[in-house]
Nanobody, 124 residues
Framework: VQLQASGGGLVQAGGSLRLSCAFS????????MGWFRQAPGKEREFVAAIDGGGGSYYADSVKGRFTISRDNRKNTVDLQMNSLKPEDTAVFYCATRPRGYNRLSYYASEYDNWGQGTQVTVSS
């Protein structure tokens, strides 16, 4: 499995960005996909996830502002981020749970494939 994240950038507070993660190598639709972020000096934290059936899950800090979606024909998972805040500044990573593990996990250690990360910077 290979993951390629894109779409990061610099945006003012209140603005929007859309991240995309391209998946290749296996059957995409069976994988639970997640987005995590890591700010300088902080642990990598869960942001959102979507399972093979389209069920979505969010961290409380982004609920109502971020939307995760997937396209099983294009093998992509997107993260639409609205009403961005300076505290959203981080490197964002997409990741998969192991094949066959379709249960949600909030722990980065339980995801076994990671993209390279894309920087999101929100200015105040």
């Amino acid at each position: 499995v290979q993951l390629q994240a894109s779409g990061g950038g610099l945006v003012q507070a209140g603005g929007s960005l859309r991240l995309s993660c391209a998946f290749s190598g296996r059957t995409f639709s069976v994988y639970l996909m997640g987005w995590f972020r890591q700010a300088p000096g902080k642990e990598r934290e869960f942001v959102a996830a979507i399972d093979g059936g389209g069920g979505s899950y969010y961290a409380d800090s982004v609920k109502g502002r971020f939307t995760i979606s997937r396209d099983n024909r294009k093998n992509t998972v997107d993260l639409q981020m609205n009403s961005l805040k300076p505290e959203d500044t981080a490197v964002f990573y997409c990741a998969t749970r192991p094949r066959g593990y379709n249960r949600l996990s909030y722990y980065a250690s339980e995801y076994d494939n990671w993209g390279q990360g894309t920087q999101v910077t929100v200015s105040s």
